[in-house]
């Protein structure tokens, strides 16, 4: 949706990625996949988040965004969050808590962290070098 939108493509692309990663974790729990596939679905989006968490902070930073500070720490918060939700399916394995935790923290926050925190990016952006075009570009 537009309200979720940086307007910086890199920052968009990810976010989609992440939320696509999201579903696949929610759905893997509700069609009881086994505990190896939830776990490397867990790790895919516990690494995802790490490498967008660390490109978004620092288009931020680039872009001197007022809210940087306080997007790097929501960054470390869901990243806290996160490992608790990694131990506790290591202690329980899949199952209707561990969906209800992923879908507090990963659908919940994350869509109101890019809404609220994450949006304002765009007022931003143009603050950001401009990439220049190569020859060969049309």
Known sequence: PARMRTGVDSVDRQHRRMICRVNRLLEAIEARRSARAVARLLASLSKEASGHFRHEEAVMGAAKCPVRGVNRAAHRCFLRDFAHIVRSFERD?????????????????????????????????????RRRRRVDEK
Request: negative net charge; charged residues 25%; proline residues 8%.
């Open 93 to 129: 394995g899949p199952g209707p808590s561990l969906a209800a935790e992923v879908e507090r923290l990963c659908c919940d926050w994350l869509a109101d962290h890019i809404c609220q925190c994450d949006a304002q990016l765009a007022e931003c952006r143009m603050r950001l070098p």
